[in-house]
């Protein structure tokens, strides 16, 4: 099986934009979760869909945001963007349809803000 | 703070050594998992421990849980450079909806 993709791979934006970042997971996998990576804040959960809906939310600010589509391919979307918001962003899948089992990671999309 | 809280931060052996990183968490968990992660790409999943379990092994890799303690090891055996990496643990709440990783230990492994 194809493993988890994500794309672009990289992206510079400037404040103020807006970016789409793009996550296809593993075939068959039903559960798409994503992550932030910084240096100083280390790696913090997003949100988890699961079949088309939204199950989980980390404590991010309302910018953040995020879709999954009935093929299961998500999207997570990032308004107004702030320097902060320079980071790697990592989406997994996962098999499952309870709690949080292994996750299958994608490369990651790393994103600078300038 | 992270519910996860790795131990050492950055470890450097020699090939052929063990490595030892320890995790402590906070809170009841459902599964305690450990993820690598090399040069900023993407974390590869090394093995889960559930909570009703003490150890687990997976080739030269060495999971120990100690639930009434809330904390876990990770022990890698004869270590080899390829090993250089990032290793996170992450745990899945009984009371969460999320996986929360530590803050990672960073382990050299010189040739």
């Known amino acids: 099986k194809a493993g988890v993709t994500q794309t672009p791979r990289y992206l510079i934006k400037t404040r103020g934009q807006q970016v789409t970042l793009s996550c296809s997971p593993i075939s068959g996998h039903r559960s798409v979760s994503w992550y932030q990576q910084t240096p100083g804040q280390g790696l913090q959960f997003l949100f988890e869909y699961f079949s088309e809906t939204q199950r989980n939310k980390g404590n991010f600010p309302g910018r953040f945001s995020g879709r999954q589509f009935s093929n299961s391919r998500s999207e997570m979307n990032v308004s107004t963007l702030e320097l902060g918001d320079s980071a790697l962003y990592l989406c997994a899948s996962s098999s499952t349809g309870q709690g949080f089992e292994t996750q299958y990671f994608g490369p990651g999309t790393r994103l600078l803000v300038l | 703070s992270q519910q996860g809280e790795e131990d050492p931060q950055a470890l450097s052996i020699q090939e052929g050594e063990n490595a030892t990183m320890n995790c402590s968490y906070k809170?009841?968990?459902?599964?305690l998992q450990w993820y690598r992660q090399n040069s900023g790409r993407g974390l590869v999943h090394l093995i889960l421990i559930r909570s009703n379990e003490r150890e687990k092994h997976s080739g030269r890799l060495r999971v120990t849980l100690d639930t009434s303690k809330k904390s876990s090891s990770l022990l890698i055996t004869a270590s080899r450079a390829a090993d250089t990496a990032s290793y996170f643990c992450?745990?899945?709440?009984?009371?969460?909806?999320?996986?929360?990783f530590g803050g990672g230990t960073r382990v050299l492994v010189k040739p």
């Open positions: 992450a745990t899945d709440a009984t009371a969460g909806n999320k996986l929360t």
């Open positions: 809170t009841s968990i459902n599964n």
